[in-house]
C-alpha cells in the first residue's frame, strides 16, 4: 500500500515529520504563540462581585457595585415603582435610607436634569436586581451610574431583590450597610448595622434650606396643564421646607401662589409677619418625634392661617392637634398606593413614601380623617375646619393616575379664598 501524508493541525514546536504505521505524519508549526503571564491577567469584559449588603439580621447579599464606592449605613424600604427612579433619587424624604426597587430593570431610561426633585440626592444607596446595559429615551442626557458617580452615591446591582423584599414584608424595615471595601469583614459589617438606628434622629435639619428664598422656576408649558396662573398670583404662602419637593413647588404656583421657603427653623412669629394667606408644611424625612421644635412650630401656627400639610407635614400636623404618630412595619413607598377619598368615595392611585402614619384613635374630637389607604386601612388624610386645616399623607404633587390627587392643590385655594372673604 501506498504512504499517504495526514496533516494534522495542532502545535507542533519542531515541524517534525515522521512515519506511523506506513502513514507520513506531518506535524505544522502554528503562529500562535503560547498564552504568557502578560496575556493570562487580562481584565474580565465583566463585573465581579465587588459589593455586599449587609443587613441586620444577619444576612449577607454578595452584589455588583456601578455607583461610587465605600462604605454606608442607612435603613432598607422597598419601593414598588416600575419607573420614575431619578425623582426618588432626588427626593429628601429619602435621606437616611437605602431604596431597593422591586422593579427589576432599572436605568433603560437614564437620567435627564428636567425630572430632579432637589439640587442634590439625599437617599444612602440604591439596590437593583438588573442594571440596563443601554437607555433609550430621547431627553437622556447621561446613564444612572455616570450620575451615581458624579453625585458620590452607592448603587449595587445583580442580587436577588425579590427575596430581600420578601424579608422586609415579613420582619419590616431592616437596618443595612453597603460596602464595597474588601478589606471589611462581614462581622464588622453587621456590627455596624447593629449599632446604628434611624428612629429619634432629626433627620429634616440635614435637607432644609438655609434661609429663607423666593419661588421663581416656572413649569415648563408643556408639563403645565393648570393655567390658573395666567390671571396672576393671588396668593402669598409661606412653605416650610422639611424636605420639600420642587414639582409641589411649582404645582401651587400653577395654581397661582406667590410662594417664599423658610427653612424648618424658621420662627412661626416671622412666618406670620409676611402676612400669608396660607401656610404650607413640606415632605421631609424620618421620625416626626424627634423633631419636637417643628412640632411647636405648627402649634404656634394654627388657627391664624388655613395650613396644609403634605407627607411629613401630615405627621407634623396630627402631632399638634394632639394625636399621636407611629412607624409602620415597612412603610408606604411607591407609585401604586390606592387611597379612598372619603368625602367623594373616589379612589386616588397616589405616589407615597413614609415610614410613619398618624394615629387616628389618638385625635381630639372635631378633627376628621378624610382618606384612607385601602391597603392597610391606615389615616391618609386629615381635615380640621374649625382651624382651617388640610392634609394629605401621599404625594398629590406626583402623576402616577396621572393627575388623581391634584385637586387637592385647588382644595388648599378655596380653602384660603373662604378665609380672606371671611376675614
Known amino acids: 500500500m501506498a504512504a499517504t501524508t495526514t496533516t494534522l493541525g495542532f502545535v507542533s ?30 481584565e474580565k469584559p465583566w463585573t465581579s462581585y465587588n459589593a455586599r449588603l449587609v443587613l441586620e439580621d444577619g444576612s449577607i447579599w454578595p452584589a455588583k457595585s456601578f455607583g461610587a464606592p465605600g462604605t454606608r449605613v442607612a435603613e432598607l424600604v422597598f ?26 430593570q432599572i436605568g433603560n431610561t437614564g437620567v435627564n436634569p428636567d425630572d430632579e426633585e432637589s439640587e442634590k440626592c439625599f437617599l444612602a444607596g440604591l439596590v437593583i436586581r438588573s442594571l440596563s446595559i443601554s437607555t433609550s429615551n ?39 450597610v453597603l460596602s464595597t471595601e474588601q478589606t471589611k469583614t462581614d462581622e464588622e459589617l453587621l456590627q455596624m448595622s447593629r449599632s446604628w438606628d434611624i428612629e429619634g434622629i432629626d433627620l429634616i435639619s440635614g435637607v432644609s434650606c438655609k434661609s429663607p428664598y423666593e419661588w421663581v422656576d416656572k413649569t415648563n408649558p408643556e408639563w403645565d396643564f393648570n393655567t390658573d396662573s395666567r390671571n396672576g398670583k393671588s396668593f402669598k404662602v409661606v412653605a416650610y421646607d422639611f424636605g420639600i419637593k420642587q414639582n ?12 417664599t ?47 396644609y400639610g403634605i407627607c411629613m407635614g401630615h405627621q407634623l400636623l396630627g402631632q399638634a392637634l394632639g394625636g399621636n404618630t407611629f412607624k409602620m412595619k415597612f412603610g ?19 405616589a407615597q413614601n413614609h415610614n410613619y402614619a398618624v394615629d387616628p384613635a389618638s385625635l381630639p374630637g372635631g378633627v376628621e380623617v378624610t382618606h384612607v389607604n385601602l391597603n392597610d386601612g391606615s389615616c391618609a388624610g386629615l381635615s380640621f375646619p374649625a382651624m382651617n386645616v388640610m392634609s394629605l399623607q401621599y404625594h398629590p404633587e406626583a402623576s402616577p393616575g396621572p393627575h388623581d390627587s391634584d385637586n387637592a392643590f385647588r382644595e388648599f385655594i378655596e380653602l384660603m379664598k373662604r378665609s380672606k372673604q371671611s376675614s
Open 13 to 42: 514546536p519542531t515541524g517534525l515529520t515522521i512515519r506511523r504505521g506506513g502513514h507520513k505524519v506531518s506535524f505544522i508549526r502554528c503562529s500562535a504563540s503560547p498564552l504568557t503571564s502578560s496575556t493570562a491577567l487580562v
Open 248 to 259: 409641589i413647588l411649582r404645582r401651587l404656583s400653577s395654581y397661582g401662589c406667590q410662594i
Open 332 to 350: 408606604h413607598h411607591g407609585g401604586n398606593h390606592p387611597v379612598r377619598n372619603n368625602r367623594t368615595g373616589q379612589v386616588e392611585i397616589s
Open 79 to 104: 419601593n414598588t415603582s416600575l419607573t420614575g427612579y431619578q425623582e426618588i433619587l432626588t427626593d429628601p424624604s429619602y435621606a437616611g435610607q437605602f431604596v431597593l426597587m422591586t422593579n427589576p
Open 138 to 176: 430621547w431627553r437622556c442626557t447621561k446613564t444612572l451610574a455616570d450620575y451615581l458617580i458624579e453625585r458620590n452615591l452607592m448603587g449595587i446591582y445583580d442580587l436577588d431583590t425579590r427575596a430581600i423584599t420578601r424579608r422586609l414584608r415579613e420582619d419590616g424595615s431592616l437596618i443595612g
Open 261 to 307: 421657603v423658610v427653612p424648618s427653623t424658621f420662627p412661626a412669629s416671622e412666618a406670620l409677619k409676611m402676612n400669608p394667606d396660607g401656610i404650607l408644611f413640606s415632605n421631609g424625612p424620618g421620625d416626626p418625634s424627634a423633631v419636637p421644635y417643628a412640632v411647636e412650630t405648627v402649634k404656634e401656627l394654627l388657627g391664624k392661617v388655613p395650613v
